[in-house]
């Protein structure tokens, strides 16, 4: 879950085990495949997926805008195989025109204004090839998943290594039309705990259409979760593959 927090160093030792892999690994994966290609991971955070595409072989830019994120990244297994861009979305600038671009950990909601939205799809279009192609996720809104993000449901006592114990859990503070913000407690002891705020943008799959159209994309294939289902309207994920 995206979290402005993880520009913390301490935070950001928690997020690897409060995150661990999952299906979004192996459908990433599987959208690469085996053949060589050059990918850009935009909002790769600590760069699990970015080394594991490495690793196969693919040649892999990772780009994020929390330093601390990227420090972890570059220390991983296969985190030397990637180049790590310490960037936004909108402010990305590269040379290099690729094949696939991944906005995984539904990074896409970060981008709370149209303009905002726009502008990041508008910068991977610039850097895809001509046939390149953004797979994008986002949670749908009709799932309403925000509904569950409350301490009873969320709470973990995680053992993180180097840190020891903390306790996660999350805990909404208001909804205001399609923006959830909610925030994400870290107790690492009785009388250390951190809190940090967050901001969320939920959309529909007509939505998430619209964006990619206007910013330059055209054919796009659409799953509603990770297995690669289609999607549906009451899919949990709105999973785009668009081209360029």
């Known amino acids: 879950m995206p979290c402005a927090a993880y520009t913390d160093p301490r935070l950001t030792a928690v997020y690897d085990t409060l995150n661990?892999?999952?299906r979004d690994d192996l459908f990433y994966l599987g959208i690469a495949g085996a053949e060589r290609k050059t990918i850009?991971?935009?909002?790769?955070?600590?760069?699990?997926?970015?080394?594991?595409?490495?690793?196969?072989g693919h040649d892999v830019t990772g780009a994020d805008p929390a330093a601390a994120m990227l420090d972890v990244a570059r220390k991983r297994d296969g985190g030397a195989n990637v180049r790590w861009i310490e960037s936004d979305a909108a402010s990305l600038k590269l040379p290099n025109r690729f094949d696939l671009a991944f906005m995984t950990g539904h990074v896409f909601q970060v981008f709370l204004t149209d303009a905002e939205v726009?502008?990041?799809l508008r910068?991977?279009?610039?850097?895809?090839?001509?046939?390149?192609?953004?797979?994008?996720?986002?949670?749908?809104?009709?799932?309403?998943?925000w509904e569950s993000w409350v301490p009873v449901e969320t709470r973990e006592q995680?053992?993180?290594?180097?840190?020891?114990?903390?306790e996660v859990f999350y805990d909404i503070g208001s909804v205001e039309g399609r923006l959830v913000t909610f925030d994400t407690h870290f107790r690492f002891g009785p009388?250390?705990?951190?809190?940090?705020t967050t901001t969320l943008r939920f959309m529909e799959q007509t939505e998430v259409a619209a964006f990619l159209a206007e910013a330059g994309f055209g054919e796009v294939e659409?799953?509603?979760?990770?297995?690669?289902?289609?999607?549906?309207p009451g899919s949990p994920e709105i999973l785009a593959v668009a081209v360029r």
């Open 20 to 22: 661990p892999p999952g």
């Open 40 to 56: 850009l991971d935009i909002g790769c955070g600590t760069g699990r997926l970015a080394a594991s595409l490495a690793k196969r």
């Open 118 to 120: 726009l502008a990041a």
């Open 123 to 145: 910068v991977v279009h610039r850097h895809l090839k001509l046939g390149g192609r953004l797979a994008v996720e986002m949670r749908n809104v009709f799932a309403r998943e």
């Open 158 to 166: 995680l053992d993180v290594t180097g840190v020891g114990p903390v």
């Open 191 to 196: 009388d250390d705990v951190a809190v940090a």
């Open 222 to 232: 659409w799953y509603g979760d990770y297995d690669g289902s289609p999607f549906k």
